[in-house]
């Protein structure tokens, strides 16, 4: 535990915050040019931030400004002090880019290390990583908040769930870090085999990366026999570990001496009274590479300030409760239907399209259903499926998400006289 700052008083946490921030958009005036010339066009300079107070003087930072800046334009270092760079899903084309020096890295294993600790796990305890190694943060973050906690690593990433049940078995996994729907699946799949999870050394498992309800939580703790806590993150500030659940699960704290948090309305973008719903936003006030000012991440969420019965003091915040943008996260995989729509047109299809989201024993499914023109409506059967197949392998290939694709007549889908439906989603978060 890091109890000089996870249980500082407001007023040391406020100094070290204001220090910080004044630190972090000195960095990002003079390393990153939009940043620059966005301050420069405000009046406003490095100097006039000197409080955490001020800034609701700076400009907020969007998804849209990273795709804009791809690969790397919002980078405040050069190659020579980047140690890694991930991705995540941009809203279409190209994906989200994000980079790390090795300060970073450490900050970031530091911040997963403390969140481990608040639900127990020590050196002594073995986690088995499942979530997806790679691109993706959530492999590579856990494991390296594990590995500074000292703790066994078994970097098993995600899929062959007979593997990871056996692995759950055979190498004494105290702790279980997945999505929630995958930790479900391997539940399920346990109980299909007749494998009593008493019989496990298992205790608890960290999820997160896709929204979740109290009554999973629930449902997750009777089938592992374990206690389920939440973990929250998104690749621009930093992936997991941005806010993680203590003991007393009541909300994850945030690691506010890195990622200060606010709460704006989305609609005029000022911030909200304390403990009411708005649009989550987040500075990076101890990154080196990607300084990001005021990134609103589109999660609807709520800040609980009181202290929590762990004895932390650092800020919380309640399950997200939605998004304000498009975003649909489907087997953890983030999609924008603006990403289908690109692949869609790519292959030469019409823009008319709907995607169905359903959850099937604890697996998110996807079918996307496209309108077919009229020419290729007098195709034979053979090659409507030799098409349907060829759409799916595209969205495989470039998102990464697997989808059943279903070709419909012309002109069958529901028209709108607004905003065209394109999503149904059928599960119930
Ligand atoms: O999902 C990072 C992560 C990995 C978090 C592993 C937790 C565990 P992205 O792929 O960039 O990063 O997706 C970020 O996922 O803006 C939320 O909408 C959603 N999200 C993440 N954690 C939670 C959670 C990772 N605990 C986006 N509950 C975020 C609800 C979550 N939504």
């Not at 500082?8 to 004044?22: G, P, W």
Request: a negative charge.
């Amino acid at each position: 535990m890091d109890q000089e700052i996870e249980c500082a008083s407001r007023e040391d946490m406020r100094k070290l915050q204001s220090e910080r921030l004044a630190k972090m958009v000195k960095n990002a005036y003079e390393h990153v040019p939009f940043y620059r010339e966005k301050l420069d066009s405000m009046g406003i300079k490095p100097e006039d931030i000197q409080s955490i107070d001020d800034i609701t003087k700076l400009p907020f930072t969007l998804k849209t400004d990273l795709r804009d800046h791809y690969p790397f334009g919002l980078f405040a270092v050069g190659k020579e002090d980047l140690a890694r760079i991930h991705a995540s899903s941009g809203t279409t084309g190209h994906p989200t880019v994000v980079g790390y020096t090795q300060h970073d890295l450490d900050v970031w294993a530091h911040c997963i290390a403390r969140g481990l600790t608040s639900i127990g796990m020590t050196k002594a305890d073995t986690v088995q990583i499942a979530y997806g190694y790679g691109l993706f943060t959530g492999g590579l973050g856990f494991h390296d908040g594990a590995g500074a906690l000292g703790m066994t690593v078994i970097p098993a990433s995600s899929g062959n769930t007979n593997r990871q049940i056996a692995m759950l078995q055979d190498y004494g996994t105290d702790l279980l870090c997945c999505t929630p729907s995958y930790a479900m699946y391997i539940g399920e799949t346990m109980k299909e085999k007749g494998i009593d999870p008493k019989s496990l050394p298992l205790r608890a498992t960290f999820c997160g990366a896709e929204p979740w309800t109290e009554e999973m939580r629930k449902e997750m703790e009777a089938l592992l026999d374990v206690r389920a806590y939440d973990v929250y993150g998104l690749s621009e500030i930093a992936g997991p570990g941005v806010a993680m659940e203590c003991y007393a699960q009541a909300g994850m704290h945030i690691a506010e001496d890195y990622f200060y948090p606010e709460v704006i309305d989305p609609d005029t973008g000022e911030p909200v009274e304390d403990g009411q719903y708005g649009e989550l936003v987040f500075t990076c006030i101890g990154k080196e590479a990607l300084p990001l000012i005021r990134y609103r991440t589109r999660d609807i969420c709520k800040l609980e300030r009181s202290k929590c019965a762990c004895g932390r003091t650092t800020v919380r915040m309640m399950k997200p409760q939605g998004r304000t943008d498009d975003m649909l996260i489907i087997r953890g995989i983030n999609v924008f239907p603006s990403q289908i729509e690109s692949v869609l047109l790519s292959l030469g299809m019409e823009p008319n399209y709907q995607m169905i989201v359903d959850r099937k024993g604890n697996l998110d499914t996807l079918e996307v259903q496209i309108e077919m023109a009229e020419e290729m409506f007098s195709d034979t059967m053979k090659n409507l499926a030799a098409a349907e197949k060829r759409i799916a392998e595209a969205l495989k290939s470039t998102l990464n998400i697997v989808a059943k694709v279903r070709l419909l007549e012309p002109k069958s889908l529901p028209r709108s006289e607004g905003k065209a439906k394109r999503v149904i989603d059928n599960r119930k978060l």
